[in-house]
Nanobody, 117 residues
Framework: QVQLVESGGGLVQAGGSLRLSCVASERTFSDYRINWFRQAPGKERVFVAG???????FYADSSKGRFTISRDIAKNTIYLHMDNLKPEDTAVYYCNAHPINGGPNYWGQGTQVTVSS
């Protein structure tokens, strides 16, 4: 029943930056690992980055060195800051809440990121 709303997507030129936001309907700080996934047209949905509390962050190989996941605890908001964007980053980006103690995953509706060359 966690509601997740992504925003911040848009069209950006290669080499540019974008910050995505995921606003959760409730506190997820300790009880969930929050992840970003993305899905390009005709491709599988793949993991991008994840965070639990502030102590642990996780990145896909394609994200390392370019993307940073962070959060504003008070606002129940998780961010994905993306630098040096490439055309291959073009995808719909989804926020995911994975419960630490079991239960269903929750997904947002996604936000489109398009990187032009």
């Amino acid at each position: 029943q966690v509601q997740l709303v992504e925003s911040g997507g848009g069209l950006v030129q290669a080499g540019g930056s974008l910050r995505l936001s995921c606003v959760a309907s409730e506190r997820t700080f300790s009880d969930y690992r929050i992840n970003w996934f993305r899905q390009a047209p005709g491709k599988e949905r793949v993991f991008v980055a994840g965070i639990w509390r502030t102590e642990m962050t996780f990145y896909a190989d394609s994200s390392k060195g370019r993307f940073t996941i962070s959060r504003d605890i008070a606002k129940n908001t998780i961010y994905l800051h993306m630098d040096n964007l490439k055309p291959e980053d073009t995808a719909v980006y989804y926020c995911n809440a994975h419960p630490i103690n079991g239960g269903p995953n929750y997904w947002g509706q996604g936000t489109q990121v398009t990187v032009s060359s």
